[in-house]
């Protein structure tokens, strides 16, 4: 079984940085791609960033220039490194991670974490 286990999250004020990360744990040889979602109250969670398994980024406009995803493949983790926070970067960040193998199977399935809140407020 897969999971996901995120951590890094807090509260910092505005234009102040935190680093969240994320580890994948479970039989797995290999994902393909992992990043971050987030969910602020009342509103649909949304991709912050993503990259897959060859470093091909994706990134909301909203934190172009300010976030930055990473990724340690041996280590099946996932990093966001978030700068210059803003309050409407106020929510709680999923992590996701999507096309998994091992030896024996390919999991179709999405996995997600169980979310860490970043509050951004002075």
């Known amino acids: 079984q897969v999971q996901l286990v995120e951590s890094g999250g807090g509260l910092v004020q505005p234009g102040g940085s935190l680093r969240l990360s994320c580890a994948a744990s479970?039989?797995?040889?290999?994902?393909?791609?992992m990043g971050w979602y987030r969910q602020a109250p009342e509103n649909q969670r949304e991709l912050v960033a993503v990259?897959?398994?060859?470093?091909?980024?994706n990134y909301a406009d909203s934190v172009k220039g300010r976030f930055t995803v990473s990724r340690d493949n041996a280590k099946n983790t996932v990093f966001l490194q978030m700068n210059n926070l803003k309050p409407e970067d106020t929510a709680v960040y999923y992590c996701?991670?999507?096309?998994?193998?091992?030896?024996?199977?390919?999991?179709?399935?999405?996995?997600w974490g169980q979310g860490t809140q970043v509050t951004v407020s002075s």
């Open positions: 479970g039989s797995i040889s290999g994902i393909n791609v």
């Open positions: 996701h991670a999507a096309g998994i193998w091992n030896e024996h199977y390919y999991y179709n399935d999405d996995y």
């Open positions: 990259m897959s398994r060859v470093s091909t980024t």
